[in-house]
C-alpha cells in the first residue's frame, strides 16, 4: 500500500469542501427548521399549560361559588328550621298554659258539681227516707 501525500491533501482538501457545501445547504436548514419546531412546540405547551391553569382556576372558581351557594342555603334552612322550632316551642307553651287553665277551670266545675250534686241528693234523700218513713208508716198502722 503505497500512500500519496498529494492524495491525502486532496482529500482532505475535497472534505473539507463537501462538509462546507453540506453545512450550509443541509445542517443550518435543518437545524433551522429543527429549532423552530422545538419553539412551536415549546409555545403550544406553554400555551396548553396556560389554558389548563386557567380551566382549573375557573373550574375551582365554580367549586368555591357552588360551596358558598350551599353553604347559604344551608344557612337559611337553618334558620327556617330555627323559627319553626320557636313557633312549635311558642304554640306548645301556649296549649299548655290552655291545659293548665282547662284543669284548674275543671276540676273547679268538677267541685261545683259535685257540691250541687250532694246539695240535690241530700235534699232528695231527705224527700225519700221522709217518704219511705211515711210508707212504713201507714203500712205498719194498718
Not at 360551596?67 to 347559604?72: D, L
Request: hydrophobic share 45%.
Amino acid at each position: 500500500m503505497n500512500v500519496d501525500l498529494s492524495q491525502i491533501i486532496w482529500t482532505v482538501i475535497c472534505f473539507g469542501l463537501f462538509a462546507l457545501v453540506v453545512d450550509r445547504l443541509l445542517f443550518k436548514p435543518v437545524l433551522k427548521v429543527m429549532d423552530g419546531r422545538r419553539e412551536r412546540l415549546e409555545n403550544a405547551r406553554a400555551l396548553k399549560a396556560e389554558a389548563e391553569r386557567r380551566e382549573e382556576e375557573r373550574r375551582e372558581a365554580e367549586l368555591l361559588a357552588a360551596a358558598e351557594a350551599e353553604k347559604r342555603e344551608k344557612e337559611r334552612r337553618a334558620a327556617a328550621l330555627e323559627a319553626e322550632r320557636q313557633a312549635m316551642e311558642a304554640e306548645l307553651d301556649s296549649l299548655s298554659h290552655e291545659i293548665e287553665a282547662a284543669r284548674a277551670g275543671s276540676a273547679e266545675e268538677l267541685e261545683r258539681f259535685s257540691a250541687e250534686l250532694r246539695e240535690g241528693l241530700g235534699s232528695s234523700m231527705d224527700a225519700l227516707v221522709g217518704a219511705f218513713t211515711e210508707k212504713l208508716v201507714r203500712d205498719g198502722m194498718h
